[in-house]
């Protein structure tokens, strides 16, 4: 048994126990004066992208060293980027939201004579993108979506001087499908107008053989204020088909962080001759949310399909658009 008096000296200690904490921790965790206007911490999702953009210029560094045989310079900045864009999209048709997510990276290799990129990118599911009348891989979840996502891997060759670039590489699917694509662009930019045209010839494995044309014509109306116009053409051997569309857009500048976009488009398609498909109209709003690197974007559109009679059917898209890369490191 302990005796009252060691009772009392153990209450007493109990009782006088904050007392001695709060004085530990007065003199433990007061900063000094040095420390006391010190920055906040960072945000995680702030380290997150700053994190993510220096190891895409250290891969891109690494990368570039091994092909060339030459050390990068370390003050050396990379322009690789990897852009990352996920979203809802609400339409009439669905009684449940459906999503979407897309990305792409570029690693820019200086040292092969800035000739070679190395492209990772998502598939659409179409070789014609003349075909599609909304987001491209719309699942029933954002998730979904990039579970399901295709993806392919190439090395791409730039000749600046004739306008050529040829990709050559394999689309990760199963079984795995090898491509090669080979494009050429001409254009010429003169006062407020400009102009360009594309070809391109592409083989994969296993979806067979095409080829794409387009030309397209472009005015600045005022230095906020942009128009365009273009017709595209694909032809898809192993499907016998031809895909056509002609675009309309309107660009405008409404100030450093909110753009407004304006597009109409006409969609045909057919064996021998070009038949109507339908017709859509869409304004894109896009706001930069932070900086120059997190874009928010919001799609409202309404496409007309000669299936259903030409009514029209509303659907919204939200999205986020992430950009990653040395370049965005300020």
Same mark, same amino acid.
């Given at each position: 048994m302990m005796s009252n008096k060691g009772q009392k000296a153990v209450t007493f200690l109990i009782a006088c126990w904050p007392l001695f904490a709060f004085s530990e921790a007065s003199v433990v965790d007061t900063p000094p004066e040095s420390t006391?206007?010190?920055?906040?911490? %960072?945000?995680?999702?702030?380290?997150?992208?700053?994190?993510? +953009?220096? %190891?895409?210029?250290? #891969?891109?560094k690494s990368i570039d060293s091994f092909l060339s045989g030459k050390k990068s310079q370390s003050e050396q900045r990379s322009d690789s980027y990897l852009k990352i864009r996920f979203g809802s999209v609400l339409s009439e048709e669905e009684s449940?939201?459906?999503?979407?997510?897309?990305?792409? *990276?570029?690693?820019?290799? &200086?040292? %092969?004579?800035?000739?070679?990129?190395?492209?990772?990118? +998502?598939?659409?599911?179409?070789?014609?993108?003349?075909?599609?009348?909304?987001?491209?891989?719309?699942?029933?979840?954002?998730?979904? +979506? *990039?579970?399901?996502?295709?993806?392919?891997?190439?090395?791409?060759?730039?000749?600046?001087?004739?306008?050529?670039?040829?990709?050559t590489g394999i689309r990760v699917d199963f079984p795995l499908d090898p491509f090669i694509r080979l494009r050429l662009k001409q254009g010429?930019?003169?006062?407020?107008?400009? #102009?360009?045209?594309?070809?391109? *010839?592409?083989?994969?494995?296993?979806?067979g053989i095409g080829a794409r044309y387009g030309v397209g014509l472009g005015y600045v109306i005022s &230095?906020?204020?942009?128009?365009?116009?273009?017709?595209?053409? %694909?032809?898809?051997d192993k499907e016998g088909m031809f895909y056509a569309r002609e675009n309309f857009a309107f660009q405008h500048q409404v100030n450093d962080k909110n753009r407004l976009g304006y597009q109409l488009s006409f969609l045909q398609s057919g064996e021998h001759s070009f038949e109507p498909d339908s017709f859509?109209?869409?304004?894109?709003?896009?706001?930069?949310?932070?900086?120059?690197?997190?874009?928010?974007?919001?799609? &409202?559109?309404?496409?007309?399909? *000669?299936?259903?009679?030409?009514?029209?059917t509303f659907s919204l898209t939200l999205s986020l658009a992430i950009l990653l890369g040395p370049q965005y490191l300020h």
């Open positions: 006391k206007h010190e920055k906040p911490e %960072t945000p995680w999702w702030l380290d997150s992208h700053e994190s993510l +953009s220096k %190891t895409i210029g250290d #891969w891109s449940k939201r459906s999503g979407f997510f897309e990305f792409q *990276a570029k690693l820019k290799l &200086p040292n %092969t004579q800035d000739r070679l990129r190395l492209i990772i990118e +998502s598939e659409r599911d179409s070789l014609a993108p003349e075909s599609l009348k909304g987001e491209s891989a719309q699942q029933n979840s954002v998730v979904n +979506s *990039a579970l399901k996502s295709n993806v392919s891997a190439a090395v791409r060759y730039i000749k600046e001087d004739i306008g050529l670039d040829v990709d010429q930019v003169q006062d407020r107008f400009e #102009w360009w045209q594309r070809q391109e *010839a592409f083989a994969y494995y296993s979806k &230095p906020k204020l942009n128009f365009s116009s273009d017709f595209g053409v %694909t032809w898809l859509l109209y869409n304004v894109q709003y896009e706001r930069l949310l932070y900086k120059d690197w997190l874009v928010g974007q919001v799609k &409202p559109q309404f496409t007309h399909e *000669a299936d259903n009679d030409y009514d029209g």
